[in-house]
């Protein structure tokens, strides 16, 4: 799979990681990076990350070519993807996170690309895909949206929920750590709450994953509501999830088989373990279910608890979404 990454930033960092950490380096070809920021203070933020640590591998800049692991990638600085030659590439990673609009999400198609893959909610995607939750409505869209990083977590959840004891309704809260959407000292944003230093207060605030439910599983439009609560960490967050079962079950048997179930499903994974948010740094699954917080309440009442790492879990779905999109050319 040859891909290009449009925006270098959190996620198009952490996508490029992830391709060097893949066991077979032949099973993704990075084939271009575009950003509008200067050449070696890319350089310089790949090698260095707050968040994961030092990269393990020299990161060279010379001639607007990325040297990495013995991958040579060629850097531009186009404002305008529509501008580059992309032929060859099978899907472009839209990590700008400013194709909301056709004509913006369009340009890598226009470019020569066959596909586009936008890390983010988009009005302008053809469709949004959650692997887990409903990757059989891809199709042939050639614009596809991955959803946000906590519709990723709650998604492939509900589904599994669902079907394992029917649910009626329920609110799903998701823990979250700060963004570079938030101000790191108090400073005007269109949300008074959101309007305050991210790094020091828990902010409550909205979730967009409650709107894109509905698109993902329309089965469950109308029953899923959620909210959202800012913290003061850099990485690794969580999902709270309290639902009406249409099913009555115990506690054991309940988190008996939503552990049997979860071990089916490649996107989820399972604790026993009294983990902190710490410990599921660079996790690679879209949601890591913490066994020992599982409660029922009067056998209809069910919490469910599970930790995401927002940047490295989505970054790896970005890779497998891509990966399906790539694979409708070869079959």
Known sequence: MRI????????????????????????????????????????YLFQYDSTFGPLPFEVAIEDQMLSVAGHQIPLTQQTDLSQLDLTGVDVVLECTGIARESNVARRGLQAGARSVLISGPSPAAEVTVVLGANEASLGDARIVSNASCTTNALAPLLKLLDGLCGIETAHMTTIHCYTNSQPMVDAPRGDMARSRGGALSMVPTTSSATQLINDVLPNLAGRISGAAVRVPTASVSAVDLVLTMQQSMSESAFNTALKASVAGQPVLGWTDHPLVSSDLRTRPESLVIAGLETRIVNDRQARVFGWYDNEWGFSARMLDVAALMAGREAS
Do not use: S
């Open 4 to 43: 290009a990454i449009n925006g270098f930033g959190r996620i198009g960092r952490t996508i490029l990681r992830q391709v060097l950490n893949l066991p077979d380096q032949n099973d993704v070809q990075v084939a271009l990076i575009n950003d509008i920021a200067p050449a070696d203070m890319l350089g």
